[in-house]
């Protein structure tokens, strides 16, 4: 598979590895604002900056390449991409984590928030910690844990810095040097605490979930999602 990397700093430099390791080929790095013929790849891979992410998915659907993003921070305009993608019979994938693990913590969240929901002695809140040179707070990865959660419960909306919040689920968002990726929810009571975590312990499993989907949609028309990929139930 001829490959189209757009951003290629910390998780572009790391997919390139996963991707050759696998046969595939890059012959596309665009890493700042500039004209690229996207049509010389058979797939992109879109893991820039949130200034950058629609443009970059846009190109590609317009061209008909099939393109997987990762960049968080831009989904004012993911409905944008999604109508574009239907109009063009493109072929589109957005995942705030690719990583198999995640995304088995997201269903894992999803589970336990039903369960947890008519439980009102319990207030959940929840943190996420990621390396100091991250653009956006809080990340992807918990913005899809929270609407895991509000689908599930009777919560209304997640809030920024919070410790606590009546409707609302608090997150907390901490940057310390070089952690890739940690995410945990909790369910406090006075008398006992629930608590689940996911730990990246570096970001390989991002990387392989990139090429894994780009493998995956290769000859696909629409807009999918890694539970489709990865078919979760
Ligand atoms: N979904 C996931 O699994 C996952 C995992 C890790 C990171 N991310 C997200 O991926 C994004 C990139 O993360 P990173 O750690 O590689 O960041 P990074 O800062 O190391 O890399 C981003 C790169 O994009 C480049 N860039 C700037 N403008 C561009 C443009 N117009 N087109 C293409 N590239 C451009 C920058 O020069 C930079 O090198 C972030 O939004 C991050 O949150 C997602
Ligand atoms: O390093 C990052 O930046 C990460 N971003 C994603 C997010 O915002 O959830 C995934 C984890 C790593």
Not at 91 to 110: D, H, M, P, Q, R
Not at 146 to 172: F, H, M, R, Y
Not at 187 to 207: C, L, M, P, W
């Amino acid at each position: 598979m001829k490959i189209a990397l757009l951003g290629y700093g910390r998780m572009g430099k790391e997919i390139e590895k996963i991707a050759i390791s696998r046969g595939h080929e890059i012959v596309i790095k665009k890493d700042v604002d500039t004209e690229i013929d996207i049509t010389l790849a058979d797939v992109a891979i879109d893991f820039s900056i949130p200034n950058s992410a629609f443009n970059n998915i846009s190109n590609c659907i317009e061209n008909k390449v099939p393109v997987i993003s990762g960049t968080t921070g831009w989904l004012d305009k993911y409905n944008d991409a999604v109508k574009l993608c239907e109009e063009k019979k493109g072929a589109f994938i957005y995942a705030s984590n690719f990583s198999l693990g995640v995304n088995i913590f997201f269903e894992l969240n999803k589970q336990l928030a039903k369960m947890m929901s008519n439980l009102e002695d319990y207030n959940i809140s929840m943190e996420e910690i990621h390396h100091t040179k991250k653009l956006d707070a809080p990340s992807g990865t918990a913005i899809t844990l929270a609407e895991g959660i509000i689908e599930n419960s009777t919560k209304k909306d997640w809030e920024l810095d919070k410790t606590t919040s009546e409707e609302n689920i608090p997150i907390v968002a901490k940057r310390i040097p070089e952690v890739p990726g940690t995410h945990t929810v909790w369910y406090n009571s006075e008398v006992d605490s629930i608590e689940i975590k996911h730990t990246a312990h570096s970001r390989q499993g991002f990387a392989l979930g990139a090429v894994v989907a780009a493998e995956w949609i290769l000859g696909k028309t629409g807009v999918f999602s890694m539970k489709d990929v990865l078919n979760i139930s």
